[in-house]
Each structure stands twice: as structure tokens, then as C-alpha cells.
């Protein structure tokens, strides 16, 4: 085993997703010392609110549930926080026989942001060392003195015992040094993109429809109007995440144009005329594909209803001679969820004594 002489543990985890964030929560409740390093300027990772204005917008992550008890007992600690609550409506689904889409009930419990979801990413992120804008470009690893990160301006982030990352498979594969034992089990493509659209129009005058499961072009709508300040109920807020597949077709497109393809879709299945869009993104690692390790919904929305396919690592991947790990919601089968069980799953096994 790698072993760092008189070197105190000193852990650097690369990606501030939720993944990241609650497993540096746990470490540093238990006093050892982390380094969080995350390559853009905001915590959550795909579970993404955008300030637009005086809008809070969510971009990626819609919502998310809560099935195991470890995360339900978080799920309690974020309602005391008064960071989420339930999101009470009925899925709608579209009807070729009707001219908007139906009601589709189920029994789920959906959780949303009272202030955005990020609110969840904040809360997890509270005193927690973030280095923010920083890139690891590359890992080097001596079985003397552990880990020295390097950043794309070939500057040394820092020098740590222990790595985890917890970053999306594909940039996982291309960060780890080749000599990390399980490196070569992830695989080269594991997810698919989406394009996510914000949209502004004119008030829908049917209240009820909040969430709608869409078709092969469009996956998922959300009415995020409910979620803005009174002084902006006047219009809604939409937020359209197109079909993986489409989305890989589309990829090199310009953001107007799918902007664009998003207000035709809403025109023709809401009859929504006065649109305006407000902010295109494209997530490259939104979604796991269905060949891959999804057990449950895999949707960056969570809104991937019936979709499920085996999953693959069903522990932790863990490196003990070089004191390496790697985490996220891909290795649980996607999910918000996934993401914080695959933390603590790595904080239960014995990586970290």
C-alpha cells in the first residue's frame, strides 16, 4: 500500500457536485482535512440554479427524490433548513387525442428548491475549502509523497495523501493516472447531452400543468413559474430539456436556433404564441445511456420515468494501494440521489481510517 511518511491525511476532491460536496461535509465533521477543486465558479454541478434577471431558474436537475433512508434522513435535514420542499402536482403526459396534455398520477414524492435547487449544494458546501475556476489538467502520483494536482496553466494546485474525484465517467477516465487498479472498468462513453432551454411566455390560462413527459424530440417540461417572486407571476417560466438523442444529433447547433426549436415545440403542444427564450445551455454529461449503469431514473431532470438497465458498481471504486476513489451519481445509477449515496458509501467503507 502507498504510504505517505509522517504525512498527516490531507484529501483533495476534484468536482463540487453533490457528490463532492457531501462527502467533503462528512470528512470535515470528522476533523481530516479536504481540499475541494471545482473547474467552474458555482457548487451543484448539474443541479443548477441561474440567476436571469431577478429570475431563479433551474437548468439542470428539476427535482429529485428520496427512496433509501440515508438520503430521506438528509431529505429531513433540508426541509428543517427550509432550503426544499415537496412539489405538489400531477405529471401531465401528451395525448394525440387532446390538445394539451393529460394528467398521468403516480404516488412519487418530489422534492424541489424553495429559493432553486441549489439551494441543496449550499447547504452541503457550508464552510466546506472550495477552490472555484480551477481546472486539474493533471494528476501525478509518487508512492512516497501521494498526489501533486497540476492545473491547466501548469501551476501546482496543492499536494494531498488521498484523491477522489467526482466528476462525470469520462472525465474521470481521462484525469486518473493509468496505474489507478480501476480505471480501466469505466467506461469511454457512458452518458448522452441535453439541451436545456429557459423560456419566458404568456400565461398558460391551465394552472394545472407544472410537469409534462414529452416525446422522442422533447423529454421533459417543467412550469417553474410557482418558483419565482409574486411580482413575477404575471407570465411562466418554462424550462424544456430535449432528448438525449436529439441533443446528440443537435450538439454543434447554435443556441438560437435551438432556442427556437424549443418555442415551436411549446406553440405546438401548449399553444403558447408569446414566447421569448431567456438561456440555452448544453450538458454535455446529462444523462446515463440505457446500455449503462442505471438501476432507476438516470434523467439529469429525473424525469426519465421506466427507464432502467443493470447497474454495474454496486461498491465503491476504490484504489487502497494508491488511496484513490472515485464517486458520483454514475456509479449509482444516476440521480441526485445516487450521487449522495455513492458518498457515502466510499465514507462507510474503509478508505480513510
Not at 476533523?31 to 431563479?56: F, W
Not at 395525448?95 to 449544494?121: F, H, K, M, V, W
Not at 496553466?153 to 462525470?168: E, M, R, Y
Amino acid at each position: 500500500m502507498t504510504k505517505t511518511t509522517d504525512s498527516p491525511t490531507s484529501v483533495a476532491i476534484i468536482g463540487a457536485g453533490i457528490a463532492g460536496l457531501t462527502y467533503a461535509n462528512r470528512l470535515l465533521a470528522k476533523g481530516i482535512s479536504c481540499q475541494v477543486i471545482e473547474k467552474s465558479r458555482g457548487r451543484g454541478g448539474r443541479v443548477n440554479t441561474r440567476r436571469i434577471s431577478e429570475l431563479k431558474l433551474d437548468l439542470g436537475a428539476q427535482y429529485f427524490t428520496a427512496r433509501t433512508p440515508t438520503f430521506q434522513n438528509q431529505v429531513a435535514c433540508w426541509l428543517e433548513e427550509g432550503v426544499i420542499e415537496p412539489w405538489t402536482f400531477e405529471p401531465h403526459v401528451l395525448c394525440p387525442e387532446s390538445r394539451l396534455p393529460i394528467p398521468s398520477p403516480d404516488n412519487e414524492i418530489r422534492y424541489i428548491g424553495t429559493q432553486g435547487l441549489n439551494g441543496i449544494a449550499h447547504s452541503l458546501a457550508n464552510g466546506l475549502p472550495i477552490k472555484f475556476s480551477c481546472r486539474v489538467a493533471e494528476v501525478l502520483h509518487n508512492p512516497v509523497k501521494g498526489f501533486t494536482l497540476v492545473d491547466e496553466f501548469q501551476q501546482v494546485i496543492g499536494h494531498f495523501t488521498h484523491l477522489v474525484t467526482a466528476i462525470p465517467a469520462e472525465q474521470t477516465k481521462a484525469l486518473l493516472p493509468t496505474s489507478i487498479t480501476y480505471r480501466d472498468q469505466i467506461p469511454n462513453h457512458l452518458h448522452s447531452p441535453c439541451w436545456a432551454v429557459a423560456i419566458c411566455s404568456e400565461k398558460l390560462d391551465h394552472s394545472n400543468i407544472e410537469g409534462v413527459f414529452g416525446d422522442e424530440k422533447v423529454r421533459w417540461i417543467s412550469r417553474q413559474t410557482r418558483r419565482q417572486d409574486n411580482h413575477h407571476q404575471d407570465k411562466d417560466y418554462w424550462l424544456v430539456h430535449f432528448a438525449p438523442d436529439w441533443s446528440n444529433q443537435y450538439q454543434n447547433a447554435s443556441k438560437s436556433w435551438v432556442a427556437q426549436q424549443a418555442m415551436n415545440w411549446l406553440r405546438e403542444k401548449l399553444s403558447l404564441k408569446q414566447q421569448q427564450s431567456l438561456h440555452c445551455h448544453f450538458w454535455r454529461y446529462a444523462n446515463l445511456a440505457l446500455d449503462s449503469l442505471s438501476t432507476q431514473n438516470n434523467d439529469a431532470t429525473e424525469a426519465t420515468e421506466g427507464i432502467k438497465a443493470p447497474s454495474q458498481f454496486a461498491k465503491p471504486l476504490i484504489d487502497f494501494q494508491h488511496q484513490c476513489a472515485s464517486i458520483g451519481d454514475w456509479t449509482q445509477g444516476g440521480r441526485v440521489e445516487g450521487a449522495f449515496e455513492s458518498a457515502i458509501k466510499l465514507l462507510d467503507s474503509p478508505f480513510i481510517n
